[in-house]
């Protein structure tokens, strides 16, 4: 009898073990391009797919996520502007009820494929972003809308602006 209220103490006081549970992403949907690279692409579009892990009693979590954008070109001198897109972030999640917003910052790298069509050629590129978002729905199925910043620096100057729609899973 001593044992087995011993043992349920024990168990009762054991604190429960949190596991991050990964949280897959997927969506689309409108790039803008802004400052100069503008003059050189259309509005357009992207699809992007993500991984995201929590840290368990922290606000905070990890996404990985990758994008391809396709803007059309204003004029036909110019190739068709593409970008290639992955991207390690940092996601801070504020607290809500039903609709949880949140904030990201991260870095990536970038395939950037724009210019004039005689000189056009893949150039790659680091870069970062920062963006705010947010997350509706429960365990199973959610969803998320975002809006992002993202500045592709050094040999290129590209910025654009992607407003993605999407699905949690």
Do not use: N
Not at 19 to 40: E, I, M, N, R
Not at 85 to 91: K, N, Q, T
């Amino acid at each position: 009898m001593r044992r087995s209220m011993l043992f349920a103490v024990l168990l009762c006081a054991t604190p429960a073990v949190a596991v991050a549970q990964p949280t897959l992403l997927a969506g689309g949907g409108f790039t803008s391009p802004v400052s100069d690279f503008k003059d050189v692409a259309d509005p357009g579009y992207h699809v992007s797919l993500g991984a995201e892990v929590g840290i368990p009693s922290l606000p905070v979590g990890l996404r990985l996520d990758g994008s391809y954008h396709r803007l059309p070109e204003p004029s036909s001198a110019f190739v068709a502007p593409r970008v290639l897109a992955g991207a390690l972030s940092v996601v801070f999640e504020l607290p809500g009820e039903g609709i949880e917003p949140y904030f990201l910052f991260g870095v990536g790298r970038y395939r950037v494929e724009a210019g004039p069509v005689a000189s056009a050629r893949p150039v790659y590129d680091r870069g970062f972003q920062t963006g705010f978002g947010v997350s509706l729905g429960g365990l199973a199925l959610g969803a998320f809308a975002e809006i992002r910043w993202v500045q592709v620096g050094g040999t290129t100057d590209v910025k654009y602006i992607p407003v993605t729609v999407g699905i949690r899973l």
